[in-house]
């Protein structure tokens, strides 16, 4: 079983940073994709950024150009750098593992989510 914890999270000002960090356990950390979601308060959850186990990344257009993923094999950890942040990027965020082979999920996994909230 692995288990993922993130960590980070805070109340921060409109304009301010907050750099969230989510550590795995286990030994499949390296050969998973690793994604960060978020759920605004009252909507669905949706993904932010993905980073593949090569190193690949992806973003949500509303958050491209602000936010940035980054994964540490050797600490088991990938991270999430929010620059520029709005009160719009208020939500609960959460870490997902996953491994997909030939179109089928091999596992997916998440973590409890840490609380990010952007106001004056």
């Known amino acids: 079983q692995v288990q993922l914890v993130e960590s980070g999270g805070g109340l921060v000002q409109p304009g301010g940073s907050l750099r969230l960090s989510c550590a795995a356990s286990g030994s499949i950390f390296s050969s998973s994709g690793m994604k960060w979601y978020r759920q605004p308060p009252g909507k669905q959850r949706e993904l932010v950024a993905r980073i593949t186990n090569g190193g690949s990344t992806n973003y949500a257009d509303s958050v491209k150009g602000r936010f940035t993923i980054s994964r540490d094999n050797t600490k088991n950890t990938v991270y999430l750098q929010m620059n520029s942040l709005k009160s719009e990027d208020t939500a609960v965020y959460y870490c997902?593992?996953?491994?997909?082979?030939?179109?089928?999920?091999?596992?997916?996994?998440w973590g409890q989510g840490t609380q990010v909230t952007v106001s004056s």
């Open positions: 997902n593992a996953y491994r997909t082979e030939w179109g089928v999920v091999k596992y997916d996994y």
